[in-house]
């Protein structure tokens, strides 16, 4: 499928992006023709992600309009979040190297971010209307009180730095393809110092335009 006119901007800055495993675990990559083996972390040299010819290829993508009357707290009471703020999420899963690539924008989005988590910007699992763990922690998108945005890929295994009852990571042994399973079971938002519920949330929704995508 070829990379529709939507896309044509993303991909100009995608292509600068890196895959960056969320985890510190060896990745192999392939960059202009040869293999590089090396340790990845958060926040290390970018390295371009290829496949089959392609930059990205996903095996799903979802679009989510995220707004301020959707959170919910801890306790599955809807509360206000941040009035007049919406976020724009936009992602692409590919579910055979468990990779997720993002492009979150967030308007009217104000003051410093908050979470117990590695990030305030999140995948939760949770249905419409719940509170749920985070699964996925994204970088926070950046910029002023009008406009933020961060775009990139992770790729498993994922860490948010929020412990379940048992002591372990909410994202360790997440795999993307879980949203493929059930995208409704899941939703996305973003945490700041004056709304820790959330500022913005909406539930994931796969987009139908295709079962297989690339960019």
Not at 70 to 97: L, R
Not at 99 to 114: A, D
Request: proline share 7%; net charge neutral; glycine share 10%.
């Amino acid at each position: 499928m070829k990379v529709t006119s939507t896309l044509t901007s993303l991909l100009a800055a995608l292509s600068a992006a890196a895959i960056v495993s969320a985890g510190p675990v060896p990745r192999s990559y392939t960059l202009q023709g040869r293999t590089d083996h090396k340790q990845e972390k958060v926040n290390k040299e970018p390295v371009v992600y290829t496949h089959s010819g392609w930059l990205f290829e996903f095996t799903s993508t979802y679009t989510i309009f995220a707004q301020p009357e959707n959170v919910v707290n801890a306790n599955n009471t809807q509360v206000v979040g941040e009035p007049g703020a919406v976020g724009f999420f936009h992602y692409g899963i590919n579910s055979h190297e468990n990779v997720i690539c993002y492009n979150i924008t967030l308007l009217g989005v104000r003051g410093e971010y908050q979470s117990p988590a590695n990030t305030a910007t999140h995948i939760h699992e949770a249905e419409v209307g719940k509170s749920g763990p985070p699964r996925i922690a994204f970088p926070n998108p950046e910029g002023d009180d009008c406009r933020r945005n961060t775009i990139g890929c992770l790729k498993g295994p994922f860490l948010t730095g929020i412990k379940d009852p048992q002591g372990k990571d909410t994202g360790e042994g997440f795999h993307v393809r879980q949203i493929e399973e059930n995208p409704k079971g899941f939703m996305t938002d973003t945490h700041t110092a004056r709304f820790p519920a959330g500022a913005v949330r909406g539930q994931m929704q796969r987009d139908l335009n295709g079962l297989r995508f690339v960019w």
